[in-house]
């Protein structure tokens, strides 16, 4: 356990393992800054990310909230980590803006051999509160 | 409320609000049913949608039972509701096949005046159990 | 996994169970209905449980939704099971009598080796439409 | 909005409106702290918090959540308040202590006309971490 509160890697190791893993969606994710037991994630919302009304999308605000969590794990724990998503609960509590970046600040709560809770604040740039916030379960299958 | 209980529209009429009102993502996505309270909402994952390990991503899970929320209340409600999504909680139970239709089905569990609360429960073809059990909850705004 | 579909205990056990494990609340509950994932749980509540305005308190509701989870996986895993709360999500949607009995209705979504998740929805006896419908997730852990 | 930035009630006040209205449970809680957005709750479990294994209940975790956030909420809008609590979400971390205190710190992320979003952050005393962490939303009926 103790190993784990520093991070192993650092923002090239985790940005790469992005681009390599999850070529899908890599280009709209950078990483801002890795931390013990933190990560700042990035998204420049483009046109596949926004809704009427001139906002981002609820699935939008997920999808990063999913994978800074995501990174922040791979971060403390190592590229070759097994770790699924079980769970997740969001809030929506402002509108973002379309054409402001979001920013995505997660934080590992418990990072355990089995279970691992992580907390991910959403921000609007540029707009005070959090647009949302999200809290996302992983399981480490044991080998 | 007695006039909510059945759907104010069918399924042409929604999937013609879907086209209409959500471009970039009507084409994953065709209404199977739509019945009192219910509604049945079906996509066909293509690559986008996957990930490594020939499974389907979590934030496709997430965003289909948002949208077949949000369809269920128009279909209830009418094209000119608001209705806005204000929280989310979802618990991934088994791995979605990559190349067997997502299939979820929506109860709208309260349609109050100020408060929705939808269920939706997501298998995938073919596969015994659910994928994924997601509530989301939806706020109306008053005129 | 097989072994685990049918109940192995019947109401009898488990009504037993909890009066040896759970003292202090095992009065306030009687198991109605145990089948192949399900378990029903009837709570009469009383003083202790209401709250001004003539309702039952959102504990309460909490309370009834972990007990009947719980009690579903002892049901059909055995009384040495060691199950542990991980994680709950509820939405409260209408207000319970507090002269109703609540009765909660749990499907086991999943009963994995490692994972639980079981699906509660509250009634108030007499009322139309769920007061209350949670979502709780156990990790059993490995010995 | 802006004159609910500032709590309008002190401790003095919000525990003689804990006494008053929810004498049934006002013995077991003690308002530590309220601060702009913010309020802390400390419970000294006894028997009836407890569960087998010196640990302290779920229900009982979230009980002093849902507390913390309705007299937080309290304190800013004021006695006459109306708030309905209408979801919440917890994930338990770690197992508290039986013999050492509960301490929930409360943030309101978002106090809205209509919805309140409350984070309820819960430590046992002396032991790092979290043991748990919740969630809450309200709503706030029209007059």
Do not use: N, W
């Not at 699935?59 to 969590?69: E, N, R």
């Not at 355990?112 to 809770?117: E, F, H, I, Q, Y």
């Amino acid at each position: 356990m103790m190993a784990e509160l520093e991070p192993l890697l650092d923002i090239t190791d985790v940005q790469r393992f992005l681009d390599a893993e999850f070529p899908q969606v890599a280009e709209d994710y950078q990483i801002l800054e890795i931390a013990p037991k933190r990560l700042k994630l990035r998204l420049v919302p483009s046109a596949k990310h926004l809704r009427p009304g001139g906002t981002v999308s609820g699935p939008t605000l997920f999808s990063i909230a999913d994978c800074a969590v995501y990174l922040a794990i791979i971060a403390h724990v190592g590229e070759e980590a097994l770790a699924v998503t079980t769970g997740a609960s969001i809030d929506f509590m402002r509108k973002p803006a379309a054409d402001a970046d979001l920013i995505c600040d997660v934080e590992l709560l418990k990072l355990g051999r089995g279970l691992v809770v992580g907390d991910a604040a959403i921000t609007s740039a540029g707009q005070p509160g959090l647009v949302a916030r999200a809290t996302l379960t992983y399981s480490r299958p044991r080998k």
